[in-house]
């Protein structure tokens, strides 16, 4: 049984950072692309970052310079790293794992960037 657990979120000031984690089970997760989405209320998800499995990456270009994604295959574990955090980025990021168009979703995590 897959499962993704994130951690991490919480309360934060504008200009402020913060380290999501995404912990992987039941599954072999160096196969896997790892991607972490964000939503806000009546929005849909949106993705902000992806790792390959070779360790590429993609950003979208609101975060693009501001967070980092990153893996660690023996830890099973995918990060984002958010720094310089804006009110706007504030939403519930979500983990996602994909390999060969299955999808597995973490429970999700609340960030919130505001003084």
């Known amino acids: 049984q897959v499962q993704l657990v994130e951690s991490g979120g919480g309360l934060v000031q504008p200009g402020g950072s913060l380290r999501l984690s995404c912990a992987a089970s039941?599954?072999?997760?160096?196969?896997?692309?790892m991607n972490w989405y964000r939503q806000t209320p009546g929005n849909e998800r949106e993705l902000v970052a992806t790792?390959?499995?070779?360790?590429?990456?993609y950003y979208a270009d609101s975060v693009k310079g501001r967070f980092t994604i990153s893996r660690d295959n023996a830890k099973n574990t995918v990060y984002l790293q958010m720094n310089s955090l804006k009110p706007e980025d504030t939403a519930v990021y979500y983990c996602?794992?994909?390999?060969?168009?299955?999808?597995?979703w973490g429970q999700g995590t609340q960030v919130t960037v505001s003084s």
């Open positions: 996602n794992a994909r390999k060969s168009g299955v999808n597995y």
């Open positions: 790792i390959s499995r070779s360790g590429s990456t």
């Open positions: 039941g599954m072999i997760f160096s196969l896997y692309t």
